[in-house]
């Protein structure tokens, strides 16, 4: 029986994925969710989700579950722009809603870059084709941020918005579990794999007047860094690698922003 049952909820969860039921990208139920719902075991389960993933309709990844297959989004380095550009120039509909908006004292490690005064704090969730894609927290001083409301961060990018002119970023990247809050945002399991992107943007004088962290899910992101020419090091211009507090290291770019 058990060999005849793997085959029916294999069929039943075929037929769900042509019906559009699980998006690409997006993480199916847990196992154990899937053998409560089919009342089967998680060894069949196991095995009916085996089955579709040697017909390429479903992969797994440790940390994350079983999900389906897409095209990770990628993201250049090489050059500055708005996540929602980027996204936009390869067809995908970008959306941002607003989680948060207000002055706030800073943790010490943004203060350490943008001072212990009161800043403007916002909080948002990123979706590329109606799907989270990033949680982003973006940090500005209140004398650049104090004229701006909930409703103009929701139409428009920092970038357009700050009343003086920007010279460029630093964005570090580096890997983590993901919390408990930015995994419910993003639909993926609490400590799985997320990436870590904090960028500084400065002003023409050099003054750091932005400071955004974005949390991508892993399994659907990449970042592109062009290598025009070889050279004594393959690290293109600006990108260094950095030693973390654990002594490992992590990418560093100095040129992107989003």
């Excluded at 049952?5 to 037929?15: K, V």
């Excluded at 009916?48 to 040697?54: D, F, P, S």
């Excluded at 079983?66 to 980027?86: C, K």
């Excluded at 004594?232 to 290291?249: H, I, K, V, Y």
Aim: some cysteine.
């Amino acid at each position: 029986m058990r060999a005849v049952r793997y085959l029916e909820i294999a069929g039943d969860l075929r037929q769900r994925l042509a019906a559009g039921e699980f998006v690409g990208g997006r993480l199916l139920p847990s196992e154990a969710e899937l053998s409560a719902a089919y009342g089967a075991s998680r060894v069949t389960v196991r095995k009916a989700l085996e089955e579709l993933r040697a017909d390429g309709l479903l992969e797994s990844r440790q940390g994350f579950g079983w999900f389906v297959p897409a095209d990770p989004l990628q993201q250049s380095l090489g050059r500055l722009g708005t996540i929602e550009a980027q996204l936009a120039a390869s067809g995908v509909d970008a959306e941002r809603r607003i989680l948060d908006f207000g002055f706030v004292k800073p943790p010490a490690w943004v203060a350490a870059v943008l001072g212990t005064g009161s800043l403007l704090r916002v909080r948002r969730l990123n979706l590329a084709d109606g799907q989270p894609f990033a949680r982003v927290t973006v940090w500005c001083p209140e004398r650049l941020g104090s004229a701006l409301s909930r409703d103009d961060v929701g139409r428009a990018s920092f970038y357009e918005l700050l009343p003086v002119e920007l010279a460029g970023a630093t964005q570090t990247i580096g890997a983590a579990p993901a919390a408990a809050d930015d995994a419910e945002l993003l639909g993926i399991p609490a400590g799985s794999p997320v990436l870590v992107c904090r960028r500084t943007t400065t002003s023409s004088d050099g003054e750091a007047v932005l400071l955004a962290e974005h949390i991508f899910p892993a399994h659907r992101t990449e970042f592109v860094v062009e290598l025009p020419h070889a050279g004594s090091s393959m690290a293109p211009e600006g990108l260094q690698l950095t030693t973390g507090p654990n002594g490992r290291s992590r990418p560093a770019n100095g040129g992107a922003r989003a």
